[in-house]
């Protein structure tokens, strides 16, 4: 498998840019809001999409300085190596008359390359067989006519044609290539350009043979290639405009629908707290606004037969963190109080009738009973002097 | 966004080596020439990087901050820029500064003034202009390498 990497330093790199990039997700995941995490996510795949696209516009278009490289030369100092491309036209009479001549020169290899030009198309829904037939059968038929053996070789390619060459330089290592294609792209051809893609890359003599169905083979002149060239950068450019359009679409309709769910999400959890509240609040006993009570000395008898102070009512019943009114007349000539340390809870009751506001801010059952000295068995027994406050 | 001007040029580094030692670049500005000393070169046994230079590409970014990936790992260097032009004695100033322990063959003017021979001091010269022939077999001289060596493919 080819590696997307140029050098180690370039793959460090990469890593440690992909680890940062998880880094910030997944902080934005835990620390932000919910929909924070797919916005980071959308920004880093976004940069990654334009990093991307640079990087190939620039190998198409050549942008990057045009420095040409090759191997060493392989075999004896009097052995050629002569790669040949081609596809669409490998069944053009001068084409083959060519390989003959070139496998008749002495100390002479000729490696035909077929690239089985496989559209990303055909990647995505797997249909590359047919193309990888139709390439070999083309180089089958060329080499039945040109004879094979161990002066002319052959070999298909599914990769694109000019790493398909890159890949030839590094096991044939030719010291001449030559591509042959048509004057103008055909379905399943070649692009003319390629020569000058391989001219810009490789250190080597670079021929293009150029067909016009049933004519004799031509080579185009300077102008002629950098009109291709020309054209073959116009292309890629509207190619990769479109895609990268595309790209933001998808990516934008992606961003939208989580942004969507995610508020959809919350608006639902939001929606199932409030009718849980409802439902709760719903099934509770109703609350009178304002409860009436007493203080009264030796009002209730205790068990032992002696009568003692008592409040009329010591079991109150609130909602926890609502107000509630409590109108209590102390009948007695002091101060009582209803105390519950645990409910924040410290009401002190003057003598008279007089209004009090009960509040309880959690749930729970908390006991209270009242600090002034008064009456002290009373004070110790729930349903005297004491009682409890229940806040739901 | 899809500029070729040369501007956009300058500011990408070239792609790094592909092939293994000995690479020798070849700094020429004319391609055919470049191409045949290229050839030389590798059925020599060296692989090869050939760059024009500075030449209509704006400035060369082994002047600038980036550095030249070739450069960097060539084993030898054969410049033949023609230092007419101050670009390319700039070219040839950064080599000296960058990798003055990388061996370097320049082919040099006959009538050089007194910057370009201070700027020569110390590397290893053939007068232009030089045939292929003797540009190999200078840089066979200055490496070490032999033909019945073979090419070094390792």
Redesign the interface.
Known sequence: MRSPFQSEQEAFRSVMLAMLALIAVVLAAVLGPTWLAPVVLAVVLGAVAVRVAQVRMRKLRGLELPVKMAPAHLGSASERRVLVVANDTLSEEALLSELERLASVPHTHVLLLVPALISPGARLTGAVDGLLDQARLRLKTALDRVGHDLVVGGGISDADPLEAVEDAFATFVPDEVIVSTGWERAANGLEPQLAGLVRERFAVPVRHLVFEPGSVTQEPDKDTEARYRHEFGEAAARKFGLKALAGAGILAAVLLSVVAVVQSSERDEARAASQATAAQTAGLPPIAKVVDLSVIPEYKRGPEGEKHDAFTTTDFTVRAGQPQQLRIDNTDTVPHSITAPEAGVKIVVIPGTHTYTLLVKQPGRFLWFCSFVCDEWAMQHPGYMSGYISAI | ??S?SSA??AH?????????H?RVLVEHPDEAT??AI??GL??A????????GPAG?GR??LAGPAGC??AHDADLVVSSLGYERETAREVLRALRTHYPDTPLLVEAPSDMDTGMRELLDGAHQLPAPASTEQIVAAVRSLSGHT?DEG???A
């Open positions: 966004m899809f070729s956009a040029r990408l580094k070239p792609q790094p080596w592909r092939w293994s000995p470049g191409l290229a050839s590798r059925f046994g060296y692989a090869v990087a050939i760059c024009p590409h060369c970014p990936a070739p033909a090419p070094a493919d």
